[in-house]
Structure formats: C-alpha cells, structure tokens
C-alpha cells in the first residue's frame, strides 16, 4: 500500500526536535507527516527542562503565553549539594529574555502543547502507532520511508528525528562517530511534601545524584559507572537504597518509594554524533544527528534549537516546490559547532569529574573545589553559567515564513 501525497515532507519521530520542525513547517504550509511509533507522548524518562532559549522561540512564535498557562514550575538557580555544604552555582533571574528561568514540565506535556498547537495547521498531519521501518531509496536518493506494516509514504525530503536509536544509525545510511560515555543512570522517582525552585545536584564521598523537582516528588538519577548495573542490582536493593542515602541524606522515606529494583529504570547514557547529518532527500536532527548526555540538560533545547534551524533553511524553499538536497549540509554546517561545543564539555564532565568521582579513586577532594566555592561567594559570578544555560551556544530565532 502506498501512499502518494506530493510535495510533501515526513519526518520519523515525535520528540521535541520531529514535533517542532512538523510544526514550523505546517505554519509555512508545507505538508508535512510526523510518524511516532508509540501511541502517546507518555515516556517519564525523557527529561523535563524547556530553557529559556526554546520558550524565547515560543515567543517569537506567540505561543509562550499558551506554553506557560499548561502545568509547569520554574527553576532560576542550579545549586549543588557538595559533600553536604549546599552551594548555588547558576542564576538565571537576571536573563533579559521572555521567560527567564527553565520551565519544568513533564516532556509528555511540552509535546501534547506542541501537537495540540500544530493541529491548527491543514498542513500538519501527526500519526501515532507508526513505527517507520527503512527508508525507501530510489536514483541514489532516499525517496521515503516504509512503515512496520508494510506501508510506504513517498517524500520529497526525510527528516530523521528519532533519536539515538534512529533508523540512520541502525541502516548505516549516515556515517556516525562514537564518543564513548563512562556512565549509565539509574532513574527513579521519590514522593515529597513540598514544591521547590531548584534544580539539585548531590555530591558525597563517591557518589553522585541529581534531583529533578516534579511538584511532588523527586525525580532522582543516580550515576554508575557504564555496565556495572548487574552489579548493583546483584548487590540487592537494601545497599542500593543506602548508596542512594549516602548521596542525598536528606531523601525522605527511600523504603516506600524503593520496595524492589522494579521501581528503578537503568538508563543507558551515549555520547555521539553523524559525521554528516545528510544525503539527498534525508536530514537527520536532534539526538538522531547527536546524542547527548544528560549533564547539564541540554539535550531537549539542542533538538529544538536544530529543528528552528532547519525550518528557517528549509521551509521558505519547500513551500515554494523547490529542491531543497543542496540546502541540506547549511543545516549541519549551522548546528555542528554548538553540537561540538556542548558534547566537549559534556565529555570533559564525565572523563574529569564523573568517572573518577563514581570509581572513587580519590578524583575528588573533600572540600568543594575553587570554582564552586566562587560560584557561591559572588553572585554577579553566578549569572555567567546562568547566561549559558539560558542562551545556550548559537541561539536560533524564527525565521521561518507563515504559510
Ligand atoms: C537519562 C537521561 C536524562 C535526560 N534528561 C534530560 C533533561 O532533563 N533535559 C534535557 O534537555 N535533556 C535530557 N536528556 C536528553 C534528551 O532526552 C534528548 O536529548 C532529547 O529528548 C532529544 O530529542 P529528540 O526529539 O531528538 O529525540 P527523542 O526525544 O529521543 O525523540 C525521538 C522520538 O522518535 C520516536 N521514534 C524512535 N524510533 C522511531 C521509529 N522507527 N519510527 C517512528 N518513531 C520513532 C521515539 O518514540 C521518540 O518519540 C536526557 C537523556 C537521558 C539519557
């Protein structure tokens, strides 16, 4: 069964980066078909930060007022739990920016407001339970894609927007460069009394856990050392729940919300990226073209970021019926250097402070380090990481036309 709408678009995933670029196409009335393979947005593991560089771009679209009526609380401050002295060490408060702060808000919620939005358009069309198979190749081109269930949609261009186990990883059909993560996470979720406005890293002896405030409960991942969760969970949930404890004392009741390694997820953590991000017909964005860590959590706004680069490239173009292949490499050329950028010093956070924290070889000293300590003393300091986090490297603003 094939399915023939001309001059249209498909893009392979419904994560922050396919839902953005489906929208901002469909705005410039370009048809476009978003194809998620699940049957909702509902995955708890996908990270909750929209930072002030998307929700500037929501603004610029009009959509920032709508975005912030939906259930969210906001973070101005990172602070970091250091061997037990709690020191602040980002302040966005002072952003000149449309919403200075990050908004925490579950991903299943930032993508219902992206498609409830997006149905406006005639132009978009988002089909869930439509997990994409292989591309369709035609004349050295990818012309395409095949669904699981046999059908195919023809495509003047694929956008890839499914993540790091996309389907130009698994086909090979773009080359991809392995940076290697020292890390894995374990990730679970601890009930709590009352709603705060930071986001907190704790950091003792050797161990190393980030909180996430959800309103009323903790979103905790605890960092391991890549491949020894067999270990930890032969180690039986009664130590795990005094490694955890170790970390973060302050951790109400660990029984209830630990009773079994059922409550806990292991989440495997890549660090990669596409040497090139296209071929004729085929584009890959977001985690597809760069899987990201989650240090720092950026990965959510650098898929949205590509994906208002690729539309202010490519949507004028498509909706004027041009081609669009010798566009393409203006995307990678636009996002590779933030992607290098963000992925170095991810690196250099799990080589120089991760790995040799969690191996517990002494890479640590007791005493928060100097950098930290200043973060803390002087708050006009505080505002430098708060302007990173805020802008990120490159920021994109909209530019793509109304259709
Ligand atoms: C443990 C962990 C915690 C993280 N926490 C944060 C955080 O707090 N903040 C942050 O900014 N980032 C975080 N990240 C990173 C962030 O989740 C990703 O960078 C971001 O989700 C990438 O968005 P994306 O749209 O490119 O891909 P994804 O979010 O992975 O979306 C891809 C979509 O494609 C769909 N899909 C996959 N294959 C197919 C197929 N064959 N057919 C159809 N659909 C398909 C998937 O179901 C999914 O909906 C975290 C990452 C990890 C590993």
Redesign the pocket.
Known sequence: MADHRSGNVVI???????MMAGFLLARAGVAVTV????ADFFRD?????VHPSTMQALSELGLLERFLARPHHRIDGAEISYNGTLLQIGDLSHLNMAAPFIAMMPQWHFLDFLRDEAAAFPAFDLRMN???AAFVERDERIAGIRLEDGTTLDARLVIA???????VRRTNALPLEDLGAPID?F?FAVPKAEVGNRLRGAIRGHRLIVL?DRGDYWQC?FVIAKGSATTVIARGIAAFRDDVRAAAPDLPDLAAALPDFDAVKL?S?SLDRLTSWHRPGLLAI???AHA?S?VG???????IQDAVCAANTLAAPLAAGEDVDALLHKVQDRRMLPTRLIQGAQRQAHERILQPLIAGNGGLPGEPPALLRLLNRFPLLRQIPGYLIGHGIRMEHVRSPIG
Request: net charge negative; glycine share 20%.
């Open positions: 392979v995933g419904g994560g922050p980066a396919g194809l998620e393979k699940h593991f996908r990270g909750d930060t439509a997990p994409v927007a499914d993540g790091r186990d996309s389907i996470v990730w996430i991942a989440l953590v977001g985690d597809a990201m989650p959590g950026i990965g959510i706004n650098l898929a």
